[in-house]
């Protein structure tokens, strides 16, 4: 049986969760603690180990440190989506755009985003920088997300910002909306041309999710559309289930990666008692050490899997996460190995042309789930 949530009228339960959390009790570093030290009481307990905490730390120190003139990360190839992972990890760790010892890497990344969504009538909305041909419809998503996890955090305090940043996420919204192909799905460019794949599906699906967590209206069918289209991308076998998920609708190519994006927006959106879940939970078990090991898409993986473990809880999560834990640790720069890099993340196979302030950047978000601060990693 599948169960939903309805969360498309849910209004912004999470978003006065955040501000609660994350702007008012938590942005600000007391004396004598890491700028995560007072998080503790709200993570998973034993999940944020000691060496957990420094790695973070230092991990969001040197990504500060690395941060382009403009307040955008990473290379010009895939700046949006990578300025987007870098700003929600900042988040993650407390901090918001007028709060905290990170926020002026918030407010300068927000900001950036923000100042790039279109407003040329052939791709209102849309995210995006000249000389970014990686991020696409990729970094589209992920700066909707980015944006809609730091309206609320603006205030009263900001009305002016917090009017221009809404004005903003809407359009995002409304050209996500709009794109959205026949079969449910999204492909890399910004226009319904019949194109669809899953990564891109679940990164749209996650920021309607969280433009609604903002108090946005969102439309259902679209919501509706793009559930169906997860469901169908589920691998079959002589007519069952097999736990995987694919590519595409037309492509049999399965990754740990997609599945567990795949379960963990499922799972998100309402679809909880169904064989989608279960057997894809099951899938991503089998297949976590080899992902651990030579995943051809690590962060991204750990990310979405974390994500999932983290929303089906208990026993699972606390099984699943020491590893992934420990695993992206394993990548952390030494001084020895690197003293102008010391405290980055090494980046992995396919995800290497990001380079290493991708890789800090996704490591140390996945890291933080544990704390709950962004509502997108909240149940």
């Known amino acids: 049986m599948i169960r939903r949530t309805g969360w498309w009228r849910a209004g912004s339960a999470a978003l006065v969760i955040w501000v609660g959390l994350g702007a008012n009790a938590l942005a600000q570093r007391p004396p004598g603690t890491t700028s995560t030290g007072t998080q503790d009481r709200f993570s998973t307990a034993g999940l944020i180990t000691p060496k957990t905490r420094r790695a973070v730390d230092a991990g969001l120190d040197w990504l500060s440190r690395n941060a382009n003139r403009d307040g955008s990360f990473g290379p010009p190839n895939a700046r949006i989506a990578i300025t987007a992972i870098a700003a929600l990890s900042f988040m993650a760790n407390g901090s918001t755009a007028n709060r905290g010892p990170y926020r002026r890497d918030v407010r300068r990344a927000i900001r950036f985003l923000a100042n790039h969504v279109s407003t040329d009538p052939s791709h209102r909305g849309?995210?995006?920088?000249?000389?970014?041909?990686?991020?696409?419809m990729h970094g589209h998503g992920y700066a909707t997300l980015a944006l809609a996890e730091a309206l609320g955090t603006y205030g009263p305090n900001d009305p002016e910002r917090a009017g221009e940043l809404k004005r903003a996420l809407v359009r995002a919204i409304r050209l996500i909306e709009r794109t959205q192909s026949e079969a449910g799905g999204w492909f890399y460019n910004p226009e319904d041309d019949g194109n669809h794949e899953g990564s891109i599906t679940v990164c749209m699906l996650q920021a309607l999710r969280a433009a609604n967590n903002a108090g946005i209206y969102v439309k259902k069918r679209v919501v509706d559309n793009a559930i169906n289209y997860i469901k169908r991308s589920a691998e079959r076998r002589d007519g069952a289930l097999t736990g995987a998920y694919k590519y595409s609708l037309t492509e049999s190519q399965?990754?740990?990666?997609?599945?567990?994006?795949?379960?963990?927006?499922?799972?998100?959106?309402g679809v909880y008692d169904s064989e989608y879940v279960r057997l894809g939970l099951l899938h991503m078990n089998r297949t976590l050490d080899d992902h651990l090991g030579s995943g051809q898409f690590y962060y991204y993986g750990l990310l979405y899997a974390s994500q999932c473990y983290f929303q089906f809880g208990d026993d699972t999560w606390r099984r699943a996460y020491p590893r992934i834990r420990d695993s992206i640790l394993r990548n952390v720069v030494s001084k020895v190995q690197s003293p102008e890099n010391a405290g980055s993340f090494r980046s992995r196979s396919a995800e290497s042309a990001y380079g290493s302030v991708y890789a800090t950047a996704m490591a140390t978000l996945t890291l933080q789930i544990p704390y709950r601060f962004l509502p997108i990693f909240q149940k």
């Open 126 to 136: 849309y995210i995006y920088l000249e000389s970014d041909q990686e991020s696409r």
């Open 254 to 269: 399965t990754s740990f990666a997609l599945t567990s994006a795949a379960v963990g927006t499922l799972y998100m959106c």
